[in-house]
T-cell receptor
């Protein structure tokens, strides 16, 4: 069964450093998403991406965050200058169409980011 | 705004016990409701869904009924197995507007043999 692959599974970075989280969505999917879950809290939407541009983003997704699909395969989330409060599990997801919720997204297994 | 509230975990049960994980929501209109499951080391997977009031979603022995009068979508299973140990997420998508779903915080289920 096709799956969304995220790397690395765990990343530790120093505060103020840039970090790039990588995702390989399912090949025929067109919509891509990043979510995060701070330990013990809700899964929060960050951003959705379609046709090489951001289609929707939340308040969390400020200027410190960016996304891109550099090579038509990978979908990356960059945090420019990490803060302690960026420590969380980051989930990538993809879907065939935008109305994915009636069919379900396909999620990756997540990258646990720890900022020290 | 939209929100989903799940019971706190972990929920710890013995094999073959009855499971209920509570989920209530706040949303305008008629949202669609979902349960996702995350097994250890894997991504979130859609478990079941219901798109209108009184619908019952079911899959793998799990069931949840969309109760508009109580704004709830509780997950149930009659007899849990060790392999059901996972984190369960309730989610909604509001009718109209953004199609981005809103998730709860997840409830961890641990089933002992």
């Amino acid at each position: 069964e096709p799956e969304v692959t995220q790397t690395p599974s765990h990343q530790v970075t120093q505060m103020g450093q840039e970090v790039i989280l990588r995702c390989v969505p399912i090949s025929n999917h067109l919509y891509f998403y990043w979510y995060r879950q701070i330990l013990g809290q809700k899964v929060e939407f960050l951003v959705s991406f379609y046709n090489n541009e951001i289609s929707e983003k939340s308040e969390i997704f400020d200027d410190q965050f960016s996304v891109e699909r550099p090579d038509g395969s990978n979908f990356t989330l960059k945090i420019r200058s990490t803060k302690l409060e960026d420590s969380a599990m980051y989930f990538c997801a993809s879907s065939v169409i935008g109305e994915a919720n009636n069919y379900g997204y396909t999620f990756g297994s997540g990258t646990r980011l720890t900022v020290v | 705004g939209n929100s989903v509230t799940q019971m706190e975990g972990p929920v710890t049960l013995s094999e073959e016990a009855f499971l209920t994980i509570n989920c209530t929501y706040t949303a305008t209109g008629y949202p669609s409701l979902f349960w996702y499951v995350q097994y250890p080391g894997e991504g979130l997977q859609l478990l079941l869904k219901a798109t209108k009031a009184d619908d019952k979603g079911s899959n793998k022995g799990f069931e949840a009924t969309y109760r508009k009068e109580t704004t709830s979508f509780h997950l149930e299973k009659g007899s849990v197995q060790v392999s059901d140990s996972a984190v369960y997420f309730c989610a909604l998508r509001a009718s109209g507007g953004s199609y981005i779903p809103t998730f709860g915080r997840g409830t961890s289920l641990i089933v002992h043999p």
